[in-house]
Protein backbone atom coordinates (compact mmCIF):
# COMPACT_ATOMS: atom_id res chain seq x y z
CA UNK A 1 0.00 0.00 0.00
CA UNK A 2 1.00 3.50 -0.86
CA UNK A 3 -0.34 6.59 0.58
CA UNK A 4 -1.22 9.38 -1.68
CA UNK A 5 -3.82 11.48 -2.97
CA UNK A 6 -7.23 10.40 -4.29
CA UNK A 7 -6.98 11.97 -7.44
CA UNK A 8 -3.93 10.56 -8.17
CA UNK A 9 -4.93 7.32 -6.97
CA UNK A 10 -7.91 7.39 -9.57
CA UNK A 11 -5.05 8.58 -12.23
CA UNK A 12 -2.87 5.10 -11.44
CA UNK A 13 -6.28 3.01 -11.73
CA UNK A 14 -7.19 4.29 -14.91
CA UNK A 15 -3.74 3.60 -16.09
CA UNK A 16 -3.73 -0.02 -14.24
CA UNK A 17 -6.44 -0.52 -17.23
CA UNK A 18 -4.36 1.10 -19.57
CA UNK A 19 -5.84 4.45 -20.35
CA UNK A 20 -3.12 6.80 -21.37
CA UNK A 21 -5.49 9.86 -22.22
CA UNK A 22 -8.81 11.13 -21.18
CA UNK A 23 -10.59 14.03 -22.82
CA UNK A 24 -12.33 17.15 -20.69
CA UNK A 25 -11.68 20.95 -19.49
CA UNK A 26 -9.88 20.69 -16.44
CA UNK A 27 -11.85 22.22 -13.69
CA UNK A 28 -12.06 21.32 -9.60
CA UNK A 29 -9.49 19.31 -7.59
CA UNK A 30 -9.81 16.47 -9.80
CA UNK A 31 -7.29 17.94 -12.38
CA UNK A 32 -4.52 17.85 -9.55
CA UNK A 33 -3.99 14.21 -9.68
CA UNK A 34 -3.50 14.27 -13.35
CA UNK A 35 -1.14 16.97 -12.84
CA UNK A 36 0.85 14.55 -10.44
CA UNK A 37 0.86 11.95 -12.63
CA UNK A 38 0.98 13.22 -16.20
CA UNK A 39 3.77 10.76 -17.44
CA UNK A 40 1.10 7.74 -17.31
CA UNK A 41 -2.36 9.60 -18.53
CA UNK A 42 -2.58 12.96 -20.40
CA UNK A 43 -5.17 15.00 -20.07
CA UNK A 44 -6.28 16.08 -23.54
CA UNK A 45 -7.86 19.40 -23.29
CA UNK A 46 -10.79 20.26 -25.60
CA UNK A 47 -12.37 23.32 -25.74
CA UNK A 48 -16.11 21.91 -25.18
CA UNK A 49 -16.99 18.87 -22.90
CA UNK A 50 -19.57 17.77 -25.67
CA UNK A 51 -16.35 17.14 -28.23
CA UNK A 52 -14.20 15.32 -25.44
CA UNK A 53 -17.31 13.19 -24.43
CA UNK A 54 -17.84 12.15 -28.53
CA UNK A 55 -14.21 11.69 -28.58
CA UNK A 56 -14.38 9.30 -25.97
CA UNK A 57 -16.99 7.33 -27.51
CA UNK A 58 -15.81 7.29 -30.93
CA UNK A 59 -12.51 5.87 -29.53
CA UNK A 60 -14.06 2.90 -27.44
CA UNK A 61 -16.06 2.47 -30.94
CA UNK A 62 -12.75 2.41 -32.97
CA UNK A 63 -10.17 0.43 -30.22
CA UNK A 64 -12.87 -1.72 -28.17
CA UNK A 65 -11.40 0.04 -25.21
CA UNK A 66 -12.60 2.28 -22.72
CA UNK A 67 -12.98 5.62 -23.84
CA UNK A 68 -12.97 8.27 -21.09
CA UNK A 69 -13.96 11.65 -20.55
CA UNK A 70 -13.76 14.00 -16.93
CA UNK A 71 -16.17 17.46 -16.28
CA UNK A 72 -16.13 19.44 -13.75
CA UNK A 73 -19.29 20.03 -11.49
CA UNK A 74 -22.78 21.36 -13.08
CA UNK A 75 -22.30 23.28 -16.85
CA UNK A 76 -19.00 20.88 -17.51
CA UNK A 77 -21.21 17.72 -16.33
CA UNK A 78 -24.22 18.85 -18.73
CA UNK A 79 -21.95 19.22 -21.68
CA UNK A 80 -21.09 15.31 -21.10
CA UNK A 81 -24.30 14.25 -21.92
CA UNK A 82 -23.96 14.64 -25.75
CA UNK A 83 -21.72 11.74 -25.88
CA UNK A 84 -23.40 9.50 -22.71
CA UNK A 85 -26.50 9.29 -25.11
CA UNK A 86 -23.74 8.32 -28.01
CA UNK A 87 -21.93 5.80 -26.10
CA UNK A 88 -25.01 4.41 -24.58
CA UNK A 89 -26.78 4.17 -27.91
CA UNK A 90 -24.22 2.36 -29.82
CA UNK A 91 -23.29 -0.34 -26.99
CA UNK A 92 -19.89 0.95 -26.57
CA UNK A 93 -17.74 0.80 -22.88
CA UNK A 94 -16.98 4.44 -21.86
CA UNK A 95 -16.47 5.67 -18.56
CA UNK A 96 -17.38 9.50 -17.68
CA UNK A 97 -16.29 10.80 -14.22
CA UNK A 98 -17.50 14.14 -13.22
CA UNK A 99 -16.47 16.34 -9.89
CA UNK A 100 -19.83 17.88 -7.74
CA UNK A 101 -19.48 20.24 -5.39
CA UNK A 102 -17.98 19.62 -1.56
CA UNK A 103 -20.10 17.38 0.55
CA UNK A 104 -20.91 20.24 2.72
CA UNK A 105 -22.47 22.12 0.12
CA UNK A 106 -24.95 19.24 -1.63
CA UNK A 107 -28.13 20.16 -1.22
CA UNK A 108 -28.12 24.09 0.21
CA UNK A 109 -28.22 25.91 -2.95
CA UNK A 110 -25.11 26.26 -3.26
CA UNK A 111 -23.62 27.50 -6.37
CA UNK A 112 -23.99 25.21 -9.23
CA UNK A 113 -25.23 22.63 -6.49
CA UNK A 114 -27.17 20.34 -8.61
CA UNK A 115 -28.40 17.03 -8.80
CA UNK A 116 -26.24 15.20 -10.70
CA UNK A 117 -27.03 11.66 -9.18
CA UNK A 118 -30.52 12.21 -10.61
CA UNK A 119 -29.38 13.92 -14.02
CA UNK A 120 -27.17 10.84 -15.11
CA UNK A 121 -28.82 7.87 -13.47
CA UNK A 122 -30.91 7.07 -16.48
CA UNK A 123 -28.03 7.31 -19.29
CA UNK A 124 -25.63 4.59 -17.70
CA UNK A 125 -25.53 1.04 -16.86
CA UNK A 126 -23.65 1.56 -13.80
CA UNK A 127 -23.65 4.62 -11.77
CA UNK A 128 -22.00 5.53 -8.68
CA UNK A 129 -21.48 8.80 -6.40
CA UNK A 130 -19.04 8.16 -4.15
CA UNK A 131 -19.47 9.38 -0.62
CA UNK A 132 -15.47 8.78 0.77
CA UNK A 133 -12.09 9.11 -0.59
CA UNK A 134 -11.25 5.60 -0.31
CA UNK A 135 -14.38 4.39 -2.44
CA UNK A 136 -12.72 6.68 -5.14
CA UNK A 137 -10.13 4.15 -6.91
CA UNK A 138 -12.53 1.12 -6.11
CA UNK A 139 -15.70 2.95 -7.73
CA UNK A 140 -13.60 3.49 -10.56
CA UNK A 141 -12.62 -0.25 -11.16
CA UNK A 142 -15.57 -1.47 -10.78
CA UNK A 143 -17.28 0.92 -13.01
CA UNK A 144 -14.55 0.13 -16.08
CA UNK A 145 -15.45 -3.43 -15.33
CA UNK A 146 -18.99 -2.88 -16.11
CA UNK A 147 -18.52 -0.78 -19.08
CA UNK A 148 -16.78 -3.74 -20.74
CA UNK A 149 -18.92 -6.55 -19.21
CA UNK A 150 -22.10 -4.56 -20.13
CA UNK A 151 -20.73 -2.59 -23.16
CA UNK A 152 -21.65 0.49 -22.32
CA UNK A 153 -21.15 3.76 -20.24
CA UNK A 154 -20.91 4.29 -16.41
CA UNK A 155 -20.30 7.29 -14.60
CA UNK A 156 -18.59 7.89 -11.62
CA UNK A 157 -19.25 11.22 -9.30
CA UNK A 158 -16.80 12.85 -7.14
CA UNK A 159 -17.49 15.82 -4.42
CA UNK A 160 -15.04 17.97 -4.66
CA UNK A 161 -13.61 17.99 -1.47
CA UNK A 162 -12.69 14.50 -1.91
CA UNK A 163 -10.35 14.35 -4.57
CA UNK A 164 -6.79 15.40 -2.57
CA UNK A 165 -7.96 13.54 0.83
CA UNK A 166 -4.72 11.38 1.22
CA UNK A 167 -5.53 7.28 0.87
CA UNK A 168 -3.50 4.19 0.60
CA UNK A 169 -3.86 2.36 -2.78
CA UNK A 170 -2.99 -0.60 -4.47
CA UNK A 171 -3.00 -1.47 -8.04
CA UNK A 172 -4.81 -4.99 -8.53
CA UNK A 173 -3.85 -6.78 -11.02
CA UNK A 174 -6.48 -6.73 -14.06
CA UNK A 175 -8.61 -9.97 -14.46
CA UNK A 176 -10.31 -9.99 -17.83
CA UNK A 177 -13.38 -12.59 -18.31
CA UNK A 178 -13.34 -14.07 -22.03
CA UNK A 179 -17.05 -14.36 -22.92
CA UNK A 180 -17.98 -17.30 -24.35
CA UNK A 181 -17.92 -17.77 -27.94
CA UNK A 182 -21.61 -18.68 -29.15
CA UNK A 183 -22.02 -21.72 -31.50
CA UNK A 184 -24.87 -23.17 -33.40
CA UNK A 185 -26.21 -26.33 -33.50
CA UNK A 186 -25.89 -29.19 -36.36
CA UNK A 187 -29.66 -28.70 -36.15
CA UNK A 188 -29.42 -24.89 -36.71
CA UNK A 189 -27.52 -25.16 -39.89
CA UNK A 190 -28.78 -27.65 -41.70
CA UNK A 191 -32.29 -25.55 -40.97
CA UNK A 192 -30.40 -21.99 -42.39
CA UNK A 193 -28.84 -23.75 -45.53
CA UNK A 194 -32.23 -25.52 -46.21
CA UNK A 195 -34.20 -21.95 -46.34
CA UNK A 196 -31.04 -20.54 -48.25
CA UNK A 197 -31.93 -22.97 -51.00
CA UNK A 198 -35.68 -23.23 -50.72
CA UNK A 199 -35.13 -19.12 -50.65
CA UNK A 200 -35.90 -17.84 -54.81
CA UNK A 201 -34.70 -14.52 -54.12
CA UNK A 202 -32.31 -14.41 -50.91
CA UNK A 203 -30.31 -11.43 -49.11
CA UNK A 204 -27.75 -11.26 -46.71
CA UNK A 205 -28.21 -8.21 -44.26
CA UNK A 206 -25.23 -7.86 -41.95
CA UNK A 207 -24.57 -5.36 -39.34
CA UNK A 208 -21.52 -4.36 -36.81
CA UNK A 209 -21.50 -7.81 -35.35
CA UNK A 210 -19.94 -9.09 -37.77
CA UNK A 211 -16.80 -6.84 -37.40
CA UNK A 212 -14.69 -9.42 -36.62
CA UNK A 213 -16.38 -11.89 -39.45
CA UNK A 214 -15.30 -9.92 -42.52
CA UNK A 215 -13.76 -12.48 -44.40
CA UNK A 216 -16.62 -14.98 -43.61
CA UNK A 217 -19.39 -12.84 -44.78
CA UNK A 218 -17.60 -12.64 -48.11
CA UNK A 219 -17.22 -16.53 -48.11
CA UNK A 220 -20.30 -16.74 -47.09
CA UNK A 221 -21.87 -14.35 -49.90
CA UNK A 222 -19.98 -16.61 -52.29
CA UNK A 223 -20.56 -19.72 -51.42
CA UNK A 224 -24.61 -19.43 -51.39
CA UNK A 225 -24.84 -16.46 -53.99
CA UNK A 226 -26.59 -13.70 -51.99
CA UNK A 227 -26.24 -10.67 -52.51
CA UNK A 228 -25.16 -8.34 -49.19
CA UNK A 229 -26.83 -5.35 -47.69
CA UNK A 230 -25.48 -3.46 -44.93
CA UNK A 231 -26.71 -1.07 -42.61
CA UNK A 232 -24.72 1.60 -42.35
CA UNK A 233 -22.62 1.67 -39.56
CA UNK A 234 -21.61 -1.44 -40.90
CA UNK A 235 -20.65 0.07 -44.21
CA UNK A 236 -17.28 -0.63 -44.04
CA UNK A 237 -16.61 -4.19 -43.13
CA UNK A 238 -17.64 -5.45 -46.49
CA UNK A 239 -15.30 -4.27 -49.58
CA UNK A 240 -16.13 -1.84 -51.88
CA UNK A 241 -15.18 -3.77 -54.69
CA UNK A 242 -16.50 -7.04 -53.46
CA UNK A 243 -19.15 -7.60 -56.29
CA UNK A 244 -22.29 -9.00 -54.26
CA UNK A 245 -22.13 -6.03 -52.11
CA UNK A 246 -24.87 -3.32 -52.91
CA UNK A 247 -24.10 -0.92 -50.38
CA UNK A 248 -26.31 0.02 -47.75
CA UNK A 249 -30.31 0.14 -47.21
CA UNK A 250 -32.41 3.18 -45.98
CA UNK A 251 -32.01 6.75 -46.81
CA UNK A 252 -28.06 6.37 -46.05
CA UNK A 253 -28.46 3.68 -49.02
CA UNK A 254 -28.33 2.47 -52.50
CA UNK A 255 -30.88 2.05 -54.98
CA UNK A 256 -29.93 -1.91 -55.68
CA UNK A 257 -30.06 -2.45 -52.10
CA UNK A 258 -32.91 -1.20 -51.52
CA UNK A 259 -34.33 -3.14 -54.59
CA UNK A 260 -32.88 -6.29 -53.61
CA UNK A 261 -34.32 -6.09 -50.06
CA UNK A 262 -37.94 -5.69 -51.19
CA UNK A 263 -37.66 -7.65 -53.76
CA UNK A 264 -36.50 -10.44 -50.91
CA UNK A 265 -38.27 -13.53 -49.97
CA UNK A 266 -35.49 -14.59 -46.87
CA UNK A 267 -33.18 -12.71 -45.58
CA UNK A 268 -30.16 -13.53 -43.36
CA UNK A 269 -29.80 -11.27 -40.75
CA UNK A 270 -26.36 -11.35 -39.20
CA UNK A 271 -24.93 -9.51 -36.44
CA UNK A 272 -27.76 -6.48 -37.09
CA UNK A 273 -31.24 -5.71 -34.93
CA UNK A 274 -31.65 -3.41 -37.62
CA UNK A 275 -34.24 -1.24 -36.55
CA UNK A 276 -35.70 -0.66 -40.36
CA UNK A 277 -37.04 -4.35 -40.35
CA UNK A 278 -39.94 -3.54 -38.86
CA UNK A 279 -41.24 -1.76 -42.33
CA UNK A 280 -40.39 -4.59 -44.92
CA UNK A 281 -43.10 -7.07 -45.90
CA UNK A 282 -44.10 -9.69 -43.31
CA UNK A 283 -44.33 -11.85 -45.93
CA UNK A 284 -40.28 -12.36 -46.00
CA UNK A 285 -38.58 -14.87 -43.92
CA UNK A 286 -35.17 -14.57 -41.31
CA UNK A 287 -32.32 -16.42 -40.67
CA UNK A 288 -31.66 -14.02 -37.95
CA UNK A 289 -27.81 -14.52 -36.52
CA UNK A 290 -26.77 -13.28 -33.22
CA UNK A 291 -24.70 -13.12 -30.31
CA UNK A 292 -26.94 -11.02 -28.21
CA UNK A 293 -29.97 -12.99 -27.66
CA UNK A 294 -32.27 -9.95 -26.59
CA UNK A 295 -31.99 -9.01 -30.18
CA UNK A 296 -32.73 -11.95 -32.15
CA UNK A 297 -36.43 -11.17 -32.97
CA UNK A 298 -36.52 -7.52 -31.59
CA UNK A 299 -37.09 -6.08 -35.03
CA UNK A 300 -38.90 -8.46 -37.20
CA UNK A 301 -40.58 -11.95 -36.71
CA UNK A 302 -37.97 -14.35 -37.22
CA UNK A 303 -38.18 -17.89 -38.60
CA UNK A 304 -35.09 -19.14 -37.56
CA UNK A 305 -33.08 -17.33 -34.48
CA UNK A 306 -29.77 -18.47 -33.95
CA UNK A 307 -28.07 -17.30 -30.65
CA UNK A 308 -24.32 -17.73 -32.07
CA UNK A 309 -21.28 -15.27 -32.75
CA UNK A 310 -21.00 -14.87 -36.22
CA UNK A 311 -18.01 -15.69 -37.11
CA UNK A 312 -18.25 -18.92 -35.61
CA UNK A 313 -21.97 -19.51 -37.13
CA UNK A 314 -20.74 -18.68 -40.55
CA UNK A 315 -17.54 -20.78 -40.33
CA UNK A 316 -20.16 -23.64 -39.50
CA UNK A 317 -22.48 -23.33 -41.59
CA UNK A 318 -19.40 -22.92 -44.69
CA UNK A 319 -18.27 -26.10 -43.63
CA UNK A 320 -21.46 -28.22 -43.55
CA UNK A 321 -22.15 -26.84 -47.01
CA UNK A 322 -19.29 -28.93 -49.41
CA UNK A 323 -20.37 -26.94 -52.90
CA UNK A 324 -20.88 -23.47 -53.79
CA UNK A 325 -25.01 -23.01 -55.00
CA UNK A 326 -24.93 -22.23 -58.76
CA UNK A 327 -25.51 -18.28 -59.35
CA UNK A 328 -29.25 -17.21 -59.64
CA UNK A 329 -31.05 -14.78 -61.78
CA UNK A 330 -31.66 -13.38 -59.06
CA UNK A 331 -27.92 -12.54 -58.07
CA UNK A 332 -27.05 -11.84 -61.72
CA UNK A 333 -29.83 -9.39 -61.61
CA UNK A 334 -28.53 -7.62 -58.75
CA UNK A 335 -24.80 -7.29 -60.07
CA UNK A 336 -26.13 -5.39 -63.07
CA UNK A 337 -28.31 -3.21 -60.88
CA UNK A 338 -25.07 -2.69 -59.02
CA UNK A 339 -22.75 -1.80 -62.09
CA UNK A 340 -25.71 0.70 -63.00
CA UNK A 341 -25.99 2.42 -59.47
CA UNK A 342 -22.06 2.84 -60.18
CA UNK A 343 -22.80 4.65 -63.46
CA UNK A 344 -25.15 6.91 -61.72
CA UNK A 345 -22.33 7.84 -59.29
CA UNK A 346 -20.44 8.58 -62.08
CA UNK A 347 -22.92 10.89 -63.97
CA UNK A 348 -23.11 12.71 -60.13
CA UNK A 349 -19.56 13.11 -59.90
CA UNK A 350 -19.20 14.34 -63.17
CA UNK A 351 -22.57 16.86 -63.15
CA UNK A 352 -22.08 20.56 -62.46
CA UNK A 353 -25.48 21.75 -61.61
CA UNK A 354 -25.78 25.93 -61.79
CA UNK A 355 -22.00 25.20 -62.18
CA UNK A 356 -21.59 23.94 -58.87
CA UNK A 357 -19.41 21.44 -57.54
CA UNK A 358 -21.83 17.73 -56.28
CA UNK A 359 -20.57 16.33 -52.66
CA UNK A 360 -19.70 13.08 -55.15
CA UNK A 361 -17.25 15.25 -57.45
CA UNK A 362 -15.77 16.50 -53.83
CA UNK A 363 -15.78 12.78 -52.70
CA UNK A 364 -14.28 11.08 -55.72
CA UNK A 365 -11.25 13.77 -55.62
CA UNK A 366 -10.41 13.63 -51.92
CA UNK A 367 -10.55 9.92 -52.69
CA UNK A 368 -6.77 10.41 -53.72
CA UNK A 369 -5.96 10.69 -49.88
CA UNK A 370 -7.09 7.68 -48.77
CA UNK A 371 -4.50 5.24 -47.84
CA UNK A 372 -5.29 1.31 -47.28
CA UNK A 373 -5.19 2.50 -43.17
CA UNK A 374 -7.34 5.32 -43.37
CA UNK A 375 -9.78 6.45 -40.55
CA UNK A 376 -12.90 8.37 -41.70
CA UNK A 377 -15.42 10.19 -39.27
CA UNK A 378 -18.18 10.66 -40.67
CA UNK A 379 -20.98 13.34 -39.12
CA UNK A 380 -24.63 13.08 -39.54
CA UNK A 381 -26.73 14.29 -42.42
CA UNK A 382 -26.56 14.25 -46.08
CA UNK A 383 -22.86 14.38 -45.90
CA UNK A 384 -23.11 10.75 -44.21
CA UNK A 385 -25.57 9.92 -47.69
CA UNK A 386 -22.30 10.64 -49.77
CA UNK A 387 -19.87 9.49 -48.14
CA UNK A 388 -20.89 5.60 -47.28
CA UNK A 389 -21.58 5.77 -51.38
CA UNK A 390 -18.40 7.15 -52.06
CA UNK A 391 -15.47 6.34 -49.82
CA UNK A 392 -13.44 3.30 -50.89
CA UNK A 393 -13.53 0.51 -47.89
CA UNK A 394 -11.94 -2.85 -47.97
CA UNK A 395 -8.07 -2.71 -48.12
CA UNK A 396 -8.16 -1.81 -44.19
CA UNK A 397 -9.62 1.36 -43.90
CA UNK A 398 -12.38 1.89 -40.67
CA UNK A 399 -15.18 4.29 -40.12
CA UNK A 400 -16.98 5.28 -37.20
CA UNK A 401 -19.89 7.40 -37.01
CA UNK A 402 -23.28 8.47 -34.67
CA UNK A 403 -25.49 5.49 -36.15
CA UNK A 404 -28.25 5.28 -33.37
CA UNK A 405 -28.19 8.65 -31.85
CA UNK A 406 -27.09 10.83 -34.56
CA UNK A 407 -24.95 12.80 -32.91
CA UNK A 408 -24.38 16.26 -35.00
CA UNK A 409 -20.49 17.02 -34.41
CA UNK A 410 -19.38 13.94 -34.19
CA UNK A 411 -17.01 13.78 -37.45
CA UNK A 412 -14.39 16.67 -36.08
CA UNK A 413 -14.63 14.74 -32.44
CA UNK A 414 -13.94 11.74 -34.09
CA UNK A 415 -10.92 12.66 -35.68
CA UNK A 416 -9.13 14.16 -32.58
CA UNK A 417 -10.03 10.34 -30.93
CA UNK A 418 -8.61 8.52 -34.10
CA UNK A 419 -5.38 10.64 -34.66
CA UNK A 420 -4.71 10.48 -30.79
CA UNK A 421 -4.82 6.91 -30.96
CA UNK A 422 -3.45 5.59 -34.08
CA UNK A 423 -1.09 8.78 -34.51
CA UNK A 424 0.49 7.21 -37.81
CA UNK A 425 -2.66 6.63 -39.99
CA UNK A 426 -4.15 8.65 -42.10
CA UNK A 427 -7.64 10.40 -40.40
CA UNK A 428 -10.39 11.94 -42.82
CA UNK A 429 -13.41 13.57 -41.27
CA UNK A 430 -16.47 14.40 -43.75
CA UNK A 431 -18.92 16.85 -41.95
CA UNK A 432 -21.59 19.02 -43.20
CA UNK A 433 -21.49 23.09 -42.84
CA UNK A 434 -24.08 22.49 -39.81
CA UNK A 435 -22.48 19.71 -37.84
CA UNK A 436 -19.15 21.26 -37.98
CA UNK A 437 -19.91 24.90 -37.31
CA UNK A 438 -21.13 23.86 -33.69
CA UNK A 439 -17.62 22.05 -33.09
CA UNK A 440 -15.58 24.21 -34.72
CA UNK A 441 -14.08 25.39 -32.10
CA UNK A 442 -12.07 22.09 -31.23
CA UNK A 443 -9.79 23.04 -34.46
CA UNK A 444 -8.00 24.85 -31.59
CA UNK A 445 -7.59 21.40 -29.92
CA UNK A 446 -6.15 19.28 -33.25
CA UNK A 447 -3.84 22.32 -33.84
CA UNK A 448 -2.85 22.10 -29.80
CA UNK A 449 -1.97 18.53 -30.22
CA UNK A 450 -0.71 18.75 -33.53
CA UNK A 451 -3.19 16.26 -35.28
CA UNK A 452 -2.85 16.19 -38.73
CA UNK A 453 -6.64 15.79 -39.29
CA UNK A 454 -7.80 16.46 -42.50
CA UNK A 455 -11.41 17.68 -42.04
CA UNK A 456 -13.82 18.26 -44.89
CA UNK A 457 -16.40 20.42 -44.97
CA UNK A 458 -19.63 20.28 -47.27
CA UNK A 459 -20.73 23.57 -47.68
CA UNK A 460 -24.28 23.71 -48.96
CA UNK A 461 -25.99 26.79 -46.19
CA UNK A 462 -28.59 24.75 -44.65
CA UNK A 463 -29.78 21.50 -42.91
CA UNK A 464 -29.87 19.62 -45.55
CA UNK A 465 -31.12 15.95 -44.19
CA UNK A 466 -33.97 17.52 -42.20
CA UNK A 467 -34.63 20.18 -45.47
CA UNK A 468 -34.96 16.60 -47.71
CA UNK A 469 -37.29 15.45 -44.82
CA UNK A 470 -39.86 18.16 -44.18
CA UNK A 471 -40.14 18.37 -47.91
CA UNK A 472 -41.02 15.02 -48.23
CA UNK A 473 -43.85 16.10 -46.01
CA UNK A 474 -44.87 18.67 -47.63
CA UNK A 475 -43.72 21.21 -45.28
CA UNK A 476 -41.75 24.21 -45.60
CA UNK A 477 -37.94 24.54 -44.95
CA UNK A 478 -38.17 27.58 -42.30
CA UNK A 479 -35.17 28.17 -40.56
CA UNK A 480 -33.34 25.66 -41.90
CA UNK A 481 -30.69 27.35 -44.24
CA UNK A 482 -28.15 29.43 -42.85
CA UNK A 483 -25.46 31.79 -43.03
CA UNK A 484 -21.92 30.79 -43.67
CA UNK A 485 -18.29 31.74 -42.29
CA UNK A 486 -15.66 31.12 -44.97
CA UNK A 487 -14.66 27.67 -42.84
CA UNK A 488 -10.94 27.66 -44.53
CA UNK A 489 -10.28 31.33 -43.38
CA UNK A 490 -11.47 30.08 -39.81
CA UNK A 491 -9.37 27.33 -39.68
CA UNK A 492 -5.94 29.72 -40.98
CA UNK A 493 -7.07 31.83 -38.07
CA UNK A 494 -6.57 28.42 -35.81
CA UNK A 495 -3.56 27.46 -36.83
CA UNK A 496 -4.82 25.07 -39.38
CA UNK A 497 -4.43 24.51 -42.92
CA UNK A 498 -7.60 26.08 -44.85
CA UNK A 499 -8.60 25.48 -48.66
CA UNK A 500 -11.38 26.38 -49.69
CA UNK A 501 -12.67 25.18 -52.96
CA UNK A 502 -15.83 26.28 -55.41
CA UNK A 503 -14.90 24.99 -58.83
CA UNK A 504 -12.92 21.95 -60.43
CA UNK A 505 -9.84 23.92 -60.61
CA UNK A 506 -9.78 25.23 -57.06
CA UNK A 507 -10.44 21.49 -55.85
CA UNK A 508 -7.91 19.69 -57.52
CA UNK A 509 -5.53 22.49 -56.50
CA UNK A 510 -6.42 21.86 -53.14
CA UNK A 511 -6.33 18.17 -52.89
CA UNK A 512 -2.75 18.72 -54.54
CA UNK A 513 -2.08 20.75 -51.77
CA UNK A 514 -2.98 18.38 -49.14
CA UNK A 515 -0.64 15.83 -50.97
CA UNK A 516 1.87 18.19 -50.70
CA UNK A 517 1.51 18.88 -46.93
CA UNK A 518 1.19 15.20 -46.01
CA UNK A 519 4.71 14.42 -47.94
CA UNK A 520 6.33 17.07 -45.69
CA UNK A 521 4.78 15.75 -42.90
CA UNK A 522 3.04 18.65 -41.76
CA UNK A 523 1.23 18.18 -38.78
CA UNK A 524 -1.34 20.76 -38.93
CA UNK A 525 -4.83 20.18 -39.32
CA UNK A 526 -6.32 20.83 -42.59
CA UNK A 527 -9.96 22.03 -43.18
CA UNK A 528 -11.19 21.31 -46.66
CA UNK A 529 -14.32 23.81 -47.06
CA UNK A 530 -15.99 22.70 -50.30
CA UNK A 531 -18.90 24.58 -51.99
CA UNK A 532 -21.24 22.31 -52.99
CA UNK A 533 -25.25 22.29 -54.78
CA UNK A 534 -27.79 21.85 -51.95
CA UNK A 535 -29.71 19.57 -54.32
CA UNK A 536 -30.58 16.76 -52.08
CA UNK A 537 -29.11 12.81 -52.70
CA UNK A 538 -31.19 10.26 -54.65
CA UNK A 539 -33.87 9.12 -51.60
CA UNK A 540 -33.40 5.52 -51.60
CA UNK A 541 -35.32 5.72 -48.50
CA UNK A 542 -38.81 4.83 -50.15
CA UNK A 543 -37.75 3.88 -54.14
CA UNK A 544 -41.13 3.61 -56.54
CA UNK A 545 -39.47 1.55 -59.21
CA UNK A 546 -40.91 -1.78 -58.76
CA UNK A 547 -43.61 -2.19 -61.57
CA UNK A 548 -45.44 -5.14 -59.98
CA UNK A 549 -45.86 -2.55 -56.91
CA UNK A 550 -46.48 0.98 -58.18
CA UNK A 551 -48.07 2.28 -61.06
CA UNK A 552 -46.88 3.54 -63.93
CA UNK A 553 -47.53 7.13 -63.28
CA UNK A 554 -46.12 6.87 -59.79
CA UNK A 555 -42.76 5.01 -61.12
CA UNK A 556 -42.72 8.21 -63.83
CA UNK A 557 -43.56 10.72 -61.20
CA UNK A 558 -40.39 9.32 -58.97
CA UNK A 559 -37.86 8.94 -61.79
CA UNK A 560 -38.62 12.92 -63.28
CA UNK A 561 -38.11 14.10 -59.17
CA UNK A 562 -34.96 12.76 -59.03
CA UNK A 563 -33.24 12.64 -62.56
CA UNK A 564 -33.50 8.89 -62.89
CA UNK A 565 -33.35 7.81 -66.10
CA UNK A 566 -35.20 4.35 -66.83
CA UNK A 567 -33.24 3.30 -69.91
CA UNK A 568 -29.53 3.59 -68.09
CA UNK A 569 -31.01 2.79 -64.39
CA UNK A 570 -34.07 0.55 -64.68
CA UNK A 571 -35.66 -1.31 -61.79
CA UNK A 572 -34.29 -4.47 -60.21
CA UNK A 573 -37.21 -6.23 -61.28
CA UNK A 574 -37.09 -4.96 -64.50
CA UNK A 575 -33.91 -6.17 -65.23
CA UNK A 576 -34.33 -9.94 -63.47
CA UNK A 577 -37.60 -10.62 -65.76
CA UNK A 578 -35.16 -9.91 -68.65
CA UNK A 579 -32.86 -12.27 -67.20
CA UNK A 580 -35.63 -15.04 -66.46
CA UNK A 581 -37.11 -14.55 -69.92
CA UNK A 582 -34.13 -15.03 -72.02
CA UNK A 583 -33.28 -18.02 -70.23
Same mark, same amino acid.
Given at each position: ??????????????????????????????????????????????????????????????????? %????? %???????????? @?????????? &?????????????????? #????? =?????????? $???????????????????????????????? #????????????????????????????????????????????????????????????????????? %???? *??????? !????????????????????????? #?????????????????????????? @?????????? *? /??????? +????????????????????????? @????????????????? /????????? =???LRQVSQLVTADTVYGLDIGNNTVWSTRMLPFGDGQVMTMSSWFGAMGYALSAGIAAQLTYP? $???????????????????????????????????????????????????????????????????????????????? +?? &?????? !??????????????? &???????????????????? +??????????? $????????????????? &????????
Open positions: MTQMKASEALVKELANWHVDHVYGIPADSLIDGFAAEQDLVSYIQVRHEEVGALAAAAESKLTGKIG %VALAA %VGPGAVHLIYGL @CDAKMDHTPM &LVIISNVATSMMNTHYLQ #DMDED =ELFSGLDTFH $RQVSDAKQIPGTVRAAIQAAYDTQSPSVVIIP #DDLANVEIDYEALPIQSQSQPVLAGTDEQVAETISLIKQAKNPVMLVGTGIRHAQSEVVAFSEKFGLPV %VTTA *PAVGYVP !TDFVNNLGAQGTIGTQPAFEAMHMA #DLVVMVGTSYPFMRFMPKTIKTVQIN @CDGQALGEQF *P /ATQMVHA +DAKTYLNQVLQAQAEALPESHFLQA @CHMARENWHGYLDERVA /ARPNGQLTP =EAVD $RRVITFSGDGGFSMVVQDILTQVQYQLPVINVVLENGGYGFIRQEKAKAGQSDYALKFMNANWAGVAENMGAIGLRVTND +DT &LKAAVE !TIKHHLAAGDKKPIV &LDAVVTDEAPLDTNTMKLDP +DKYSDRMIGQF $RVKYHLDGDRYPSLRRI &LNRLEADK
